[in-house]
């Protein structure tokens, strides 16, 4: 199975370059996407006429590589914040963008963008959407890099050692039977790390009583006496069912130094942990992805094979 993600960073001879390199990715072709003129050549691109923008179309295997994965990658080979221009390129045509063909690929792409915005006080100057269209470029654009090692690109050359040397994606289990019971972002959070956005997901709102257990193999994780408003957007607890049940790890992507919190036994990515929590209760808030997790009410926990647990519940 493939699937397939346009690009749109600036010059795409570096932004094929990058993302040829990533393992996992089956193939990058340059072209031209959302154009107004059918099969545009380069040089009416130039002239800014036919409104395309020079994209790559990335192919890839989403077992060994996550979208999520290739638009962090994306965001760091790219100044988010400049509007037609990324390094010496100027002009409509090196416009940023993400544009995706699979309707359920936006809620990640939007999350993802969504994140980055975060981080800046300016608005970013980056598309998303679906594609309108796409036009491979003229052969001497594809591969140019490798053709031509010294030739001219504006991504730093730094991140093609990283894009390189980046690990496979290792899905524990079947990957098609999990890919199948899980949406987009589910698949994107749990395996690729992805953040879902804040104040709109699942269980954000939710204090009901029972029990939060993982949504890849039903391992319970946290209780709903330790859930808390804490006011961040996602469903926060000072602490899991037991210690044990998670592992921590450092997560450096964004320019932060965080503690990932993954589940022991799947190793999906649930979140993080932050020591600012209510001290009367340790002092950590678990900042968990609700679509790492699946809900199940005190009514339904005995029927769901979690009765062992409801005594816990208040405690």
């Known amino acids: 199975m493939t699937k397939e993600i346009y690009l749109a960073g600036g010059c795409f001879w570096g932004t094929a370059r990058l993302f040829s390199l990533v393992p996992g990715v089956v193939s990058t072709i340059a072209g031209y996407a959302n154009s107004l003129v059918a099969n545009p050549t380069y040089r009416e691109v130039c002239t800014g006429l036919t409104n395309a923008a020079e994209t790559v179309k990335v192919t890839y295997n989403p077992d060994l590589v996550g ?23 100027v002009g409509t045509q090196y416009r940023t963008g993400i544009y995706y063909t699979d309707p359920a690929d ?12 975060r981080r800046h006080k300016e608005p970013l100057a980056v598309e998303s959407g679906l594609l309108e269209n796409f036009y491979p470029a003229e052969e001497y654009h594809q591969d140019y890099l490798v053709k031509n090692p010294g030739g001219y690109c504006h991504v730093n050359p730094e991140l093609f050692k990283e894009a390189r040397n980046m690990k496979p ?11 199948s019971r899980l949406t987009p972002m589910q698949w994107e959070v749990t395996q690729n790390g992805a953040t879902e956005p804040p104040f709109v997901n699942e269980y954000d709102h939710e204090f009901r009583k029972g029990i ?14 330790r859930k808390y408003n804490s006011g961040c957007g996602w469903p926060a607890f000072t602490r899991p069912v037991t210690p044990d049940i998670v592992k ?37 808030r678990y900042c968990i992805n609700s679509a790492a997790l699946r809900f199940i009410p005190l009514e339904d926990m005995e029927k769901e094979g979690y009765g062992e647990y409801i005594s816990l519940i208040d405690k």
């Open 67 to 89: 979208l999520s994965d290739l638009i962090y990658l994306y965001f760091r080979s790219i100044d988010p914040l400049s509007l037609n221009r990324q390094g010496n390129d």
């Open 106 to 117: 936006a809620e990640v792409v939007d999350s993802m963008l969504a994140t980055l915005q």
């Open 169 to 179: 994606r290792e899905t524990a289990g079947n990957a098609a039977e999990l890919r």
């Open 212 to 225: 939060y257990v993982d949504i890849t193999d039903g391992t319970p994780l946290f209780l709903s006496s």
């Open 248 to 284: 921590e790890l450092t997560d450096t992507s964004y320019g932060r130094v965080r503690t990932e919190i993954r589940a022991s036994r799947s190793g999906s990515h649930l979140g993080h942990v932050f020591p600012d929590g209510p001290a009367e209760d340790g002092g950590l």
